[in-house]
């Protein structure tokens, strides 16, 4: 068992005890946004497969324009009308054209096309005012995807532009990876429900309801387990329940060092193995991870903002490796206070805010609120900066690293 590492190399020894998982599926497009792909995509064909119309008007050969202004015109005769989704019948041949919409296949024979307003026509005929040039005014062939090339590499979210990709490409089940699923597990005897009337010491129990929808959002589905209590046997029994159901189990309350605080214990009744104790970090410093059969047990404090920071900083990244995303770090970047920040930080310090791209620097604003059971001030949070261990007070215009959350 490890102590007091860091967080950083706390998600690194989790990450290596991990793999994205298996088996793989083959899932209709219609269910695969969001999705992670589990095998590099390649195109098979041309997109689009033919030279096309970027707009109604009208396909002629180039050099029988030139010379052509205003004051010279040239006059083609129209073969015939060609919509979207039809095939031209007739090919274009010297002083004739072809009437085209949006879309349509470019007839053969023909390298240019013009828009219908900028000409003058009958029902025969189409005069134009300008010299063109081959392929003036075409979608060529292959200019969106050429057969051959890598559409995308295994481990990527299927976006809504992937998705549409796919389909172009006739892959009407691309292989995903499953979606994890995470059970979640809320100790302590004085949590309540939020229908229920508080009374003596009890609290609401706002851990459940914060990770139940960090897991979902994180992609992955979730169980949640009845609170066991402050009781080290109660808490392994569900322990053992949930690590036969699920992929990865998330506790929160009772990893510090206080008389009821249980879970580590409970951890070991159930067959954990543990890896790790304490972080140097605040907040979220407070926690234990184990490991059962290769599924991870990440026990994080039942302080609400302590348990959410840890969450981004450690355990986010463990469970977008799980979906099979490539790359499951969390994006860095750098950022400068916007305010003051007043805090000295012995410990390597999370502080939340939000990003600010208004003058072209990436600013941060520090949410008030930075207590370990502040939960409000992660509302709308979309940055985690990290204040390096032994800081002073940070004056506004400091530059630190961050994480942006997904």
Known sequence: MLTNLSYQEARELLLSRVEGLHPLIGLPLEQAAGRVLAEDVYAAEDVPPFHKSPFDGYAFRAVDTKGASREHPVTLRILEEVPAGAMWSRQ??????????????????????????????????????????????????????????????????????????????????????????????????????????LSGGKIVNTNKFTFLAAVEKAGCSYLVYDSPGDHPEDIANILRLALSECDLVITTGGVSVGDYDFTPDAMERAGAEILIR?????????????????????????????????????????????????????????????????????KTRLIRGTLDLSDGTARMHVSKGQGNGVLHSLIGCDLLAEIPAGSPRLSAGTRLTAYLLP
Do not use: W
């Not at 134009?128 to 979210?157: C, H, K, T, Y």
């Not at 605040?282 to 609400?304: D, V």
């Not at 463990?318 to 206070?337: F, H, N, Q």
């Open 92 to 197: 274009v041949t010297p002083g004739t054209a072809t009437k085209i919409l949006t879309g349509a296949p470019v007839p053969e024979g023909a390298d240019a096309t013009v828009k219908y307003e900028d000409t003058e026509f009958t029902a025969g005929t189409v005069t134009i005012f300008s010299e063109f040039q081959p392929m003036d005014n075409v979608v060529v062939r292959g200019e969106d995807v050429q057969s051959g090339d890598l559409l995308a590499l295994r481990g990527s979210v299927i976006d809504s532009a992937l998705l549409g990709t796919l389909a172009a490409q006739h892959i009407p089940e691309p292989l995903v990876y499953p979606v994890p699923r995470v059970g979640i597990i809320t100790t302590g005897s004085e949590l309540s429900e939020p229908d229920e009337e």
């Open 278 to 346: 304490t972080l140097q970090l605040k907040p979220g410093g407070a926690s234990c991870y184990g490991i059962r059969n290769g599924t991870l047990i990440c026990g994080l404090s039942g302080n609400p903002a302590s348990a959410l920071t840890n969450f981004y900083a450690v355990v986010l990244p463990v469970l977008r490796k799980l979906r099979g995303i490539r790359e499951p770090r969390l994006t860095e970047l750098p950022v400068v206070l916007a305010e003051d920040f007043s805090k000295r930080s012995p």
